[in-house]
T-cell receptor, first 114, second 116 residues
Framework: DTGVSQDPRHKITKRGQNVTFRCDPI?????LYWYRQTLGQGPEFLTY????????KSRLLSDRFSAERPKGSFSTLEIQRTEQGDSAMYLC????????????FGPGTRLTVT | AQSVTQPDIHITVSEGASLELRCNYS??????LFWYVQSPGQGLQLLLK??????LVQGIKGFEAEFKRSQSSFNLRKPSVHWSDAAEYFC?????FGAGSYQLTFGKGTKLSVIP
């Protein structure tokens, strides 16, 4: 069990550019979550996948944000036309079977938009 | 809508002293409650959780928390703090949106500093 991994760990981009983050959940975890954490705040829920299906999206997930989880394995989160307000830590979490309610978090990707 | 309040932004304690971090929640149904710890450069680590049953729950690293429905609270405690406990602590409520699936709503966190 290697834990949830995220790549890259840090990303600096210029306003207006597109960025993509990757999350690899713990093996056989069929539930995957994305959260965003800004400075001085707790994480905020963005979206949820069960296998390859995106079942929940927060109103925080504007049209510039898109997430995918092809084949129900890794997931990607893309932000188009980045804005300075997108600067944050993007956290991924995964959860195992129906009987378990624990979410295991990855180390996060820190995005800085200049 | 659900919410979590952590009234203390920053707490400083001496090593060996006891610790209590406060957490109040607002949620219309039976809450699933969690405490996570976040160290610099690290992801969130689950300390303990409450789903039902005994209102005093034990977690990792010697932490415990008590659920008090009448006070809508889920305070985290540790009898003797170690320098390695210095980190940021987040309380969260799980909002169910399907069997086995939920989103976490977090408080703003309490930063713990430990004086040697």
């Amino acid at each position: 069990d290697t834990g949830v991994s995220q790549d890259p760990r840090h990303k600096i981009t210029k306003r207006g550019q597109n960025v993509t983050f990757r999350c690899d959940p713990i093996s056989e975890h069929n539930r995957l979550y994305w959260y965003r954490q800004t400075l001085g705040q707790g994480p905020e829920f963005l979206t949820y996948f069960q296998n390859e299906a995106q079942l929940e999206k927060s109103r925080l997930l504007s049209d510039r944000f898109s997430a995918e989880r092809p084949k129900g394995s890794f997931s990607t989160l893309e932000i188009q036309r980045t804005e300075q307000g997108d600067s944050a830590m993007y956290l991924c979490a995964s959860s195992p079977s129906l009987l378990s309610y624990e979410q295991y978090f990855g180390p996060g990707t820190r995005l800085t938009v200049t | 809508a659900q919410s979590v309040t952590q009234p203390d932004i920053h707490i400083t304690v001496s090593e060996g002293a006891s610790l209590e971090l406060r957490c109040n929640y607002s949620y219309g149904a039976t809450p699933y409650l969690f405490w996570y710890v976040q160290s610099p450069g690290q992801g969130l680590q689950l300390l303990l959780k409450y789903f039902s049953g005994d209102t005093l729950v034990q977690g990792i690293k010697g932490f415990e928390a008590e659920f008090k429905r009448s006070q809508s609270s889920f305070n985290l405690r540790k009898p003797s703090v170690h320098w390695s406990d210095a980190a940021e602590y987040f309380c969260a409520v799980g909002v169910i949106f399907g069997a086995g699936s939920y989103q976490l709503t977090f408080g703003k966190g309490t930063k713990l500093s430990v004086i040697p």
